[in-house]
T-cell receptor, first 114, second 113 residues
Framework: GNSVTQMEGPVTLSEEAFLTINCTYT??????LFWYVQYPGEGLQLLLK?????DKGSNKGFEATYRKETTSFHLEKGSVQVSDSAVYFC?????????????FGTGTKLQVIP | EAGVTQFPSHSVIEKGQTVTLRCDPI?????LYWYRRVMGKEIKFLLH????????ESGMPNNRFLAERTGGTYSTLKVQPAELEDSGVYFC???????????FGPGTRLTVT
């Protein structure tokens, strides 16, 4: 079945540092890939997505590239801010197992300190 | 436009008691989903409604969990009787079509003591 593996947290960075959160996946076919973010006290929000190989999703300075050859979708940001402190979830939706189901990773908590 | 809302935001109950969680989807969204995150692990799919019909309940852990969506609007998820391992955060999501983006609510944190 489908699965997502992401780096464990928590990750603590200083403001303006470079961020990478690794994510790899297992799925048959060509799933769509997502990063969701949950800010403190709020619901899950879609941060960015990519629907086919080599697509780059981007939003709010965050980027992730769909790498079919390495089955990866790593999240990056060049300069993090305190307001980026949140839990980040890598996820996929694919035909295998049913497109209605979103399969999530375990989440990575990011704390950015001034 | 209001987003997905969930009630309560936090519930603390004793083992053996009953709890009912509620989800109000975005107006006009026929598809409604329940997920949960247990003990800081991954968020897992529980079930999917299309209007009032259960399309997929393959993720429901056991028969102590009962989900309903009478009238195809809001949904409830009842846990009866609750066990310690049911503690976690229960998320609801809704979408217009089943391939459309799923919009998530803030979650209900359930603590069973």
């Amino acid at each position: 079945g489908n699965s997502v593996t992401q780096m464990e947290g928590p990750v603590t960075l200083s403001e303006e540092a470079f961020l990478t959160i690794n994510c790899t996946y297992t799925a048959t076919g060509y799933p769509s890939l997502f990063w969701y973010v949950q800010y403190p006290g709020e619901g899950l929000q879609l941060l960015l997505k990519a629907t086919k190989a080599d697509d780059k999703g981007s939003n709010k300075g965050f980027e992730a590239t769909y790498r079919k050859e390495t089955t990866s979708f790593h999240l990056e940001k060049g300069s993090v801010q305190v307001s980026d402190s949140a839990v980040y979830f890598c996820a996929l939706r694919g035909v295998s197992g049913g497109y209605q189901k979103v399969t999530f990773g375990t989440g990575t908590k990011l704390q950015v300190i001034p | 436009e209001a987003g997905v809302t969930q009630f309560p935001s936090h519930s603390v109950i004793e083992k053996g008691q009953t709890v009912t969680l509620r989800c109000d989807p975005i107006s006009g969204h026929d598809n409604l989903y329940w997920y949960r995150r247990v003990m800081g692990k991954e968020i897992k799919f529980l079930l999917h409604f299309v209007k009032e019909s259960k399309q997929d309940e393959s993720g429901m852990p056991n028969n102590r969990f009962l989900a309903e969506r009478t009238g195809g609007t809001y949904s409830t998820l009842k846990v009866q009787p609750a066990e310690l391992e049911d503690s976690g955060v229960y998320f609801c999501a809704s979408s217009q079509g089943f391939r459309s983006e799923q919009y998530f609510g803030p979650g209900t944190r359930l603590t069973v003591t």
